[in-house]
């Protein structure tokens, strides 16, 4: 199994700040990697997958990178909506996927 | 729209069974897959198993074989997930959500919260 690693588990950042959070997988992962958000009461929302393709509807402050098997999810002006859990997830061998535990992403 | 809209809110038992469900719409149901993915409070997702409703193909991740099964019934555009006898620790959120043709998961159901307590 892939064990995905997110770093830090809680980010504090102020509104119009960058925010980045890290995911980390435990091998290569060809770039199948996904991220999703959570608010409070919702179900996770798909941001970004293939690594750094932003889904439809996605604003363009959300940005991924990274290869291999360090991954980067950017948050390049954070408004108020953007505090939520993030998770990473990979999915190169459909269909054992895994995810990360999370980023809780707070208003510092 | 494209959608999937889950069953209600459970409350069981231990022993119990239970099956619930999730139908699609707005889009091919029988044409991708379904995968079912079980949040536990305060965790992070966990893929329990997918199914393709085409041809009933069903795949599970290793720690839930044996524990759940995975249905559909393509002419209702709706996939199911069930257990035969409940446990306290299968209390959770349980999610359906779509692969995408990008591989994401990328339309995910409401959530159907399932309390098992005696």
């Known amino acids: 199994e892939v064990v995905m690693t997110q770093s830090p588990a809680t980010l504090s950042v102020s509104p119009g700040e960058r925010a980045t959070l890290s995911c980390r997988a435990s091998q290569t992962i060809n770039n199948k990697l996904a991220w999703y958000q959570q608010k409070p009461g919702q179900s996770p929302s798909l941001l970004i997958y293939g690594a750094s393709t932003r889904a439809t509807g996605i604003p363009a402050r959300f940005s991924g990178s990274g290869s291999g098997t360090e991954f980067t999810l950017t948050i390049s002006s954070l408004q108020s909506e953007d505090f939520a859990v993030y998770y990473c997830q990979q999915y190169n061998n459909w269909p054992q996927i895994t995810f990360g535990q999370g980023t809780r992403l707070e208003i510092k | 729209e494209v959608q999937l809209v889950q069953s209600g809110a459970e409350v069981k038992k231990p022993g119990e069974s239970l099956k619930i469900s999730c139908q699609g719409s707005g889009y091919t149901f029988p044409t991708f897959w379904i995968a079912w993915v079980r949040q536990m409070p305060g965790k992070g997702p966990e893929l329990m198993g997918v199914?393709?409703?085409?041809?009933?193909?069903?795949k599970f991740s290793p720690s839930f074989q044996g524990q759940v099964s995975i249905s559909a019934d393509k002419s209702a555009n709706t996939a199911y997930l069930q257990w035969s006898s409940l446990k306290a620790s299968d209390t959770a959120i349980y999610y359906c959500?779509?692969?995408?043709?990008?591989?994401?998961?990328?339309?995910w159901g409401q959530g159907t919260s399932v309390i098992v307590s005696s």
């Open positions: 959500a779509r692969r995408g043709r990008a591989s994401g998961l990328d339309v």
């Open positions: 199914i393709y409703p085409d041809d009933g193909d069903v």
